[in-house]
């Protein structure tokens, strides 16, 4: 009987889901202890707690200077879908998708929106469409980086900077720690919870020069929301960029982001953000490169994720069993580190090709991945011994 030891060194942190989020080191609840609980987010003191998050949103994520930032309903969901509603239908539309949130766009613009004039360009899990194809005369709508692929567009390069449409860039899980170049975007959105670990159910919508102008000069066909309106009498409602959001959002998450913002701000800012991702990732990529089991699903490696590492399971024995065994094989794994208390929530999404997917985030400390790669083996050796042609 063939004895497989388990690793000696435990992840400290077993928290590897890619979303909500690893919390940021050192974090504990104490660091909420100013959060204005009870009060109003139209008391002075939400004010200033909601407009020192938009500007420190705007100081470590080098947002320019005149694009505009606020904190809208809904989490990153709740942003996109604002952006689509409040600015789509004045040109045809330009709509990528490699995963299953840009393919939750595409079903939004044509079937709740029922745009006339919709180009869907898309690529199955693993690829990137292709981005040449483009027409950049008509809006485009896009993830920097696909949550549930674990595939991200590698720059902007692809973007034209005299482009005739907007481009509406989902960034949820590539802001903070990819290179998103805003000069090439006009909406930008992501959510808390991801790359800084905050807390759910809140958005952040930043919006370029251009969409202001479309938004003033714009009326979509259809009626619009509370939630979604941004404009009143023709003109932006200034008021929701300075921290007066729409609904009432919660003073003890917006001090939860405030905590990681300042944390991102101490370890040295946007760059040092990256950089923390990018050894994460590092971490993983030279495990995959020595492991004959497992490989990842981005097929190109300028398109692997650095946040949201999906990987798929190549052992020739695994492969050759029918689709749901290997799908069982591949949560065997993931559920064996959980039972353990070694690694939370690292399989694949459930729309996804069956794998798995290990967030790499900035808040994430490399010596867990590494940690964490050896438990991984040793998972793998248990799932393997439990197949029947291993008995």
Request: proline share 7%; aromatic share 8%.
């Amino acid at each position: 009987m063939t004895v497989n030891p388990a690793p000696a060194t435990r992840p400290a942190n077993p928290n590897f889901s890619s979303g909500p989020c690893a919390k940021r080191p050192g974090w504990t609840l104490e660091a909420l202890a100013d959060a204005p609980l009870g009060r109003s987010h139209r008391a002075k003191v939400g004010k200033v707690k909601l407009r020192e998050a938009i500007d420190l949103t705007r100081e470590v994520l080098e947002v320019p200077p005149d694009y505009r930032i606020g904190i809208v309903p809904a989490s990153d969901t709740g942003a996109v879908e604002l952006a689509m509603w409040s600015l789509l239908g004045a040109r045809p539309v330009d709509m990528l998708a490699w995963e299953s949130f840009g393919e939750g766009w595409i079903t939004d613009a044509v079937k709740q929106l029922k745009l006339d004039n919709v180009r869907a360009i898309t690529a199955g899990y693993g690829e990137l469409p292709d981005l040449s194809s483009v027409d950049f005369s008509h809006d485009v709508v896009f993830t920097w980086n696909g949550t549930t692929s674990g595939v991200m567009v590698p720059d902007g390069e692809w973007i034209p900077a005299d482009r005739q449409g907007l481009t509406i860039c989902d960034a949820t899980s590539a802001a903070f720690a990819q290179r998103v170049d805003f000069s090439k975007l006009d909406v930008v959105t992501f959510s808390w919870q991801k790359v800084l670990g905050g807390e759910g159910a809140h958005g952040m919508l930043i919006l370029s020069p251009r969409a202001v102008e479309r938004l003033e000069t714009y009326k979509p066909a259809w009626p619009l929301p509370k939630i979604f309106r941004l404009t009143k009498n023709g003109k932006l409602m200034e008021g929701i960029f300075l921290g007066e959001t729409i609904n009432t959002p919660s003073m003890l998450c917006v001090e939860d982001y405030l905590d990681a913002l300042k944390w991102a701000r101490n370890v040295g800012g946007l760059s040092a953000l990256q950089e923390r991702s990018n050894r994460n990732f590092e971490a993983i990529a030279q495990w995959v490169a020595v492991t004959p089991w497992v490989d990842f699903l981005a097929k190109d490696p300028l398109t692997r994720s650095n946040t949201s590492v999906c990987l798929r399971v190549v052992d020739p024995d695994v492969t050759a069993l029918p689709a749901e065994a290997q799908a069982a094989f591949a949560k065997a794994i993931s559920a064996g580190l959980e039972k353990g208390g070694i690694a939370y929530d690292i399989g694949s999404y459930r729309d996804a090709p069956p794998g798995l997917r290990i967030w790499c985030g900035a808040t994430v400390e490399r010596s867990d991945v590494q940690a964490l790669t050896h438990w991984l083996d040793w998972a793998f050796n248990e799932a393997k011994a439990a197949l029947p042609q291993a008995a």
